[in-house]
């Protein structure tokens, strides 16, 4: 199994463990995890996260088990000397952004270029909506989500870039691209075709997914190929997610899918 999304590093707002990155190792292998997408838990908060990469990505860096990934906020006048150091020193296959916990949207100019820049080096992005479920949020910092929506068009403005959605929770907020019908299209057999039409180059990750049977629904919404198992560690409790899967009535081929083939093709690692 590879975990898409694990956090190294402290959180803000309350205690959670573990902090460093061979303890989160250890954590993730006992649920039968073989590789985790680690970035710096830092980054949510800290002003550049840039600072949360090099103290974190380092250590993630030593153990074969993670993937290293940074995390830039393409606001910022230097993203592209922290991103350039992020490749030459640790070769991160993908770049995270987290526009609500850094106060900007898709839609700025300077995040096409960034785009750009992305896919001409062929580094997947990774855009997260949200970093806790909102009723968990400290009062003193309440973020809105980033809308689903807007990831979509930049999805359709950069066909050739990679896109992993982090956070996506509940069908509400699949938005316009919600199908017709689609409470009692769940409740059908799944069909030839995906019921949400999305670009073909982006990936949605199920770490939030709330329902009974997420991965059940998940594969009727979207493309088997694009769905990505994700733990999001420490935040929440791996195992949750790890059961998600495993408990679920899908195929061992989906299952397979999900859990591994479709993280190596977002990555392009191989197996």
Known sequence: M??????????AMRPAPPADAASLEEMLRAEGITRACG???EAWFWPDPQEANELRLPELARSNFFVPSAVINPTLRAWGRGYDLCRDQWNVPLVRIMPGYHSYDLDEPVIDGFA????????????????????MQNPIALIDAVAFS?????AERHPAL???VFGFARLSELGPYAPEGLQSMLKAPRGPRPQAELPDN?????????????LTIAAKLFRIDRLLFSTHAPLFYPRSN?????NSEASDDVKDAVTERNARALLEVPA
């Not at 790890?242 to 495993?246: A, D, E, G, Q």
């Open 116 to 135: 750009e820049r992305l896919a001409g080096d062929r580094v997947a992005l990774g855009v997260h909506l949200r970093a806790e479920d909102e009723r």
């Open 202 to 214: 982006l990936w949605i990750d199920m770490a939030f997914h709330e329902y009974e049977s997420s």
């Open 242 to 246: 790890v059961l998600k899967v495993r």
């Open 39 to 41: 970035y710096p838990l």
């Open 162 to 164: 990679r896109i992993a």
């Open 150 to 154: 807007d990831v979509v068009d930049l």
């Open 2 to 11: 590879i975990d898409m999304t694990v956090g190294c590093g402290n959180w």
